[in-house]
């Protein structure tokens, strides 16, 4: 489960096995809660296909700053899907 970005207490990863069988996409979580379910974006329409356990305050949010750092989060799931190694994106 390779952490891709974080952002504030966001972090956002991915299943290496849905980089095998699903568009591209990924999990958040919030870090300071214990009890969650997990959101799921959509990279290419940053939808959302689960909201998780965040209210809507906080997808709104996390939806903007993908949006933004979206082509660098597009590339490194691809070098992932590669086989090849990441650095964790600090989002701001």
Avoid: C
Avoid at 5 to 26: G, M, R, T
Avoid at 54 to 72: D, G, P
Wanted: charged share 20%; hydrophobic share 40%.
């Amino acid at each position: 489960m390779p952490k891709i970005a974080i952002y504030k207490q966001y972090i956002f990863f991915v299943y290496s096995f849905d980089l095998l069988n699903e568009p591209l996409h990924l999990h958040i979580a919030n870090q300071k809660s214990h009890r969650q379910y997990t959101a799921k974006i959509w990279l290419s329409s940053l939808e959302y296909a689960e909201p998780g356990s965040l209210n809507q305050i906080e997808l709104n949010s996390i939806q903007k700053v993908v949006k933004r750092y979206q082509s660098q989060l597009i590339i490194a799931l691809e070098f992932l899907q590669n086989g090849k190694g990441i650095q964790t994106i600090k989002m701001r």
